[in-house]
């Protein structure tokens, strides 16, 4: 079995539904510190008026102590940011997305779900995106798993210990962080470390002659058909060995 963990993310890119594709499990790992600058409540979409410049959709969290955990931190539920978001993907229809309508609906109804925790929110919103799209999302929850953490004593452990946990034959993860993994110590559980990258290859954003990329999944489905857009998540990358991911960077 091929797992890949990730913290929850608020409508994240192309690179996290490549992710959920391409591996047979999936755990949004919440029981760690939540991060507000992060990507945890926030993405970026095009700007409205800048060529070159994007802009943020963010989802509204209510006031926590300092250090909590991402699985308590709770969303606000005025309206108010929701209203805002859907209002900001009216770019999309100024530059003739030929998906502005379907995606803006699908956005709609899960910004109309209330949802009273952060992790509530990145979850609906990713299976909504995955359903969009017809991608299948098996996933679990780290805080619901009655995980063993005794042995971890640094970062990368988690991940080993999660994988011996499910019995994964293979731990994929995006590159970036990837020096917190050792390697050996996957090996010796006889669990593959890997590492997916996303290209990121450029489409066409409307009539904008330059392209940004890593944006938001939603200006992917905005451009592009659910069938494109499923050739994108299923092609436009490399999976890289542990062993090759260092050497692959110094060659960049």
């Not at 391409?22 to 939540?34: E, L, S, W």
């Not at 993860?173 to 470390?193: Q, R, Y």
Request: hydrophobic residues 40%.
């Amino acid at each position: 079995m091929k797992l890949a963990i990730m913290q929850p993310y608020f409508f994240p890119y192309v690179g996290y539904f490549q992710l959920i594709a391409n591996t047979d499990h999936f755990i949004f790992f919440d029981i760690v510190q939540y991060n507000k600058k992060s990507w945890m409540n926030r993405n970026r979409i095009l700007h409205p008026n800048k060529l070159d410049d994007f802009s943020y959709i963010s989802a509204l969290v209510a006031k926590h102590d300092k250090g909590s955990l991402i699985r308590d931190i709770k969303i606000n539920n005025d309206g108010k940011w929701q209203n805002k978001i859907l209002s900001q993907l009216d770019v999309y229809k100024k530059l003739k997305a030929p998906f502005y309508n379907e995606v803006k609906q699908v956005v709609e109804e899960v910004l109309s779900k209330e949802c009273n925790t952060l992790l509530d929110l990145s979850i609906q919103s990713t299976q909504a995106i995955c359903d969009y799209m017809g991608i299948e999302l098996n996933y679990e929850i780290a805080s619901k798993m009655n995980l063993d953490i005794g042995n971890v004593s640094q970062p990368g452990d988690w991940a080993l210990e999660i994988s011996k946990h499910k019995k994964a034959s293979e731990y994929i993860n995006p590159p970036g962080g990837h020096d917190i993994f050792d390697e050996k110590k996957f090996l010796e559980s006889n669990i593959k470390l890997s590492f997916l990258k996303s290209s990121l290859s450029p489409y066409k954003q409307s009539w904008r002659k330059s392209f940004m990329p890593g944006l938001s999944i939603l200006d992917l489905i905005m451009f592009n058909s659910p069938e494109e857009s499923w050739q994108i998540i299923n092609n436009d990358f490399t999976v890289i060995d542990a062993k090759n991911i260092i050497n692959t960077e110094i060659l960049q």
